[in-house]
Every structure is written in structure tokens, then in C-alpha cells.
């Protein structure tokens, strides 16, 4: 019971709600709706938007370091193919991947999510719609895009690449390519992942689709494959009662 209570005094008021178990089943019925509410904002947000190749990455490189440049580049070359350039909104990678399709002709859209800290939309949106909750956005990220690239990031960018190649594995995504851009940084991520394999907890078929590389050309081409092969997008009517405006 000691013990219970010096925890309690060192999780901040806010954050303990998760882990207070069951509350009156009003609260779960609010907060169930409020989460069909975000699903439909970014749905309605993001319809129209056409196909997207997503960029994932650190919210925390600067302008003038490397891997901010890297994913520029592939904002640009990611417009220059015909596809929407699609990110977290935020600072960092997303903003550099934004950037990069920007200045260079593309589309540009953000998903951000509110956070206390780090988190703002960046200035190289086309579109954007802010998200409450971090497992709607990983989903609204996922659901929009043909190809995913994986720049250098933390516990946030592990996430959704492991997500994602979840979603491959267990065939819900099927022919989706995945680029792990960045070999120094990876090395050692690859490692373990090839430790898995001969352990035997995932399998090779498993990294069909997973790239590792540091070249954009050799990027860009794995994606090219499977978009060739795979792309096809039905054409979609906006309906003037849903107030879908062009």
C-alpha cells in the first residue's frame, strides 16, 4: 500500500488516467465517440487528398543536418513521380519531407497530433488536420499512403515502422514497399531484425518488402516496383450534401 502511494506521487495527475482501469461506462461512451469523431476528421480531411508515399522520422533534426536534407530530397522526388508527400506536420523529418514536395510542385500534407511539447505543424502544408489521439494517426498515416519511407527517428518512428511491417506480415497490407533509409544509423536495428529471423520469429518472406539503403535512386526504384505493380485508385465523387468542397 506504501508503495502505491509513492507511485501515485510521482505520475503527474494528468497521465495516471491510463492507468486507472474501468471508469463509469459514460466516460467510456464519450471517450469511444470522441474517437469515431477524429476517424471522421481526417477521413473527410484526407479523401480527396490522392495516393501518398509517407515519410516517417525524428521531429528533432535541424535544418542544417543531414538527414533533414536527406528527406527533402525525397519530398521532391516523392512530387516528382505524381504522388502526395504525407507526414506527421510536424517539425524535423516531416517538415523537411514537406518542404521538399513544396518547393517542388508536389502536394504536401500533414496529420499532427497535439502534443505539450515539440509538436507544431510546420510551415509546408498544402493540407493539414491535427489528431488527438496517436493510434488514429498511425492509422490515418498508414491508410493514405503506397509506400513508406523510414528516415532516422526514435520511439515514435520504431513504432510505426514496426506497425507497419506488422500489417504486411499478416497480409492486411499486402505489396506495400518499405524503405529503411539511412545505413549507419539502421545498422544495428538490422542486426537484431536478422537475429529475429534465425530465431525464427519472423521469417525472410517477411523482409520481401523492406529496404535498406543509401541510395535515393535504389529507393525510389524498390517503390517504383511494387507502385507499378500494385497502384490503382478508383475515382471519387465528392457528394454536395456531405459539404465536400472542391
Given at each position: 500500500m506504501e508503495n502505491s502511494t509513492k507511485l501515485q506521487r510521482l505520475i503527474p495527475a494528468k497521465e495516471h488516467i491510463y492507468l486507472d482501469g474501468p471508469k463509469p461506462r459514460v466516460n467510456e461512451f464519450l471517450f469511444a465517440w470522441n474517437v469515431f469523431r477524429q476517424f471522421?476528421?481526417?477521413?473527410?480531411?484526407?479523401?480527396?487528398?490522392?495516393?501518398?508515399?509517407?515519410v516517417f522520422g525524428s521531429a528533432r533534426f535541424k535544418p542544417n543536418q543531414s538527414y533533414y536534407k536527406m528527406a527533402e530530397e525525397f519530398g521532391k522526388r516523392i512530387a516528382q513521380i505524381g504522388f502526395v508527400t504525407l507526414t506527421g506536420g510536424g517539425p524535423g523529418i516531416m517538415e523537411a519531407a514537406n518542404k521538399g514536395a513544396f518547393e517542388n510542385s508536389g502536394t504536401s500534407v500533414g496529420i499532427n497530433i497535439k502534443l505539450p511539447f515539440e509538436q507544431h505543424e510546420n510551415p509546408y502544408l498544402h493540407k493539414s488536420v491535427t489528431i488527438d489521439y496517436f493510434f488514429v494517426r498511425k492509422t490515418l498515416l498508414i491508410k493514405y499512403s503506397y509506400a513508406f519511407i523510414i528516415m532516422p527517428g526514435g520511439w515514435g518512428t520504431m513504432d510505426e515502422l514496426f506497425e507497419?511491417?506488422?500489417?504486411?506480415?499478416?497480409?492486411?497490407?499486402?505489396?506495400?514497399?518499405?524503405?529503411?533509409?539511412g545505413k549507419t544509423y539502421h545498422q544495428s536495428l538490422m542486426a537484431y531484425i536478422e537475429l529475429m529471423t534465425n530465431e525464427g520469429t519472423i521469417t525472410k518472406e517477411d523482409l520481401k518488402y523492406l529496404l535498406l539503403t543509401d541510395d535515393y535512386?535504389?529507393?525510389?526504384?524498390?517503390?517504383?516496383?511494387?507502385?507499378?505493380?500494385?497502384?490503382?485508385v478508383k475515382p471519387r465523387k465528392r457528394i454536395w450534401w456531405l459539404f465536400e468542397k472542391r
Amino acid at each position: 500500500m506504501e508503495n502505491s502511494t509513492k507511485l501515485q506521487r510521482l505520475i503527474p495527475a494528468k497521465e495516471h488516467i491510463y492507468l486507472d482501469g474501468p471508469k463509469p461506462r459514460v466516460n467510456e461512451f464519450l471517450f469511444a465517440w470522441n474517437v469515431f469523431r477524429q476517424f471522421i476528421k481526417g477521413f473527410r480531411a484526407l479523401h480527396f487528398v490522392g495516393p501518398c508515399i509517407t515519410v516517417f522520422g525524428s521531429a528533432r533534426f535541424k535544418p542544417n543536418q543531414s538527414y533533414y536534407k536527406m528527406a527533402e530530397e525525397f519530398g521532391k522526388r516523392i512530387a516528382q513521380i505524381g504522388f502526395v508527400t504525407l507526414t506527421g506536420g510536424g517539425p524535423g523529418i516531416m517538415e523537411a519531407a514537406n518542404k521538399g514536395a513544396f518547393e517542388n510542385s508536389g502536394t504536401s500534407v500533414g496529420i499532427n497530433i497535439k502534443l505539450p511539447f515539440e509538436q507544431h505543424e510546420n510551415p509546408y502544408l498544402h493540407k493539414s488536420v491535427t489528431i488527438d489521439y496517436f493510434f488514429v494517426r498511425k492509422t490515418l498515416l498508414i491508410k493514405y499512403s503506397y509506400a513508406f519511407i523510414i528516415m532516422p527517428g526514435g520511439w515514435g518512428t520504431m513504432d510505426e515502422l514496426f506497425e507497419t511491417l506488422t500489417l504486411i506480415q499478416t497480409k492486411i497490407m499486402n505489396d506495400f514497399p518499405v524503405v529503411l533509409f539511412g545505413k549507419t544509423y539502421h545498422q544495428s536495428l538490422m542486426a537484431y531484425i536478422e537475429l529475429m529471423t534465425n530465431e525464427g520469429t519472423i521469417t525472410k518472406e517477411d523482409l520481401k518488402y523492406l529496404l535498406l539503403t543509401d541510395d535515393y535512386d535504389e529507393a525510389m526504384l524498390h517503390i517504383a516496383t511494387y507502385i507499378n505493380q500494385n497502384f490503382k485508385v478508383k475515382p471519387r465523387k465528392r457528394i454536395w450534401w456531405l459539404f465536400e468542397k472542391r
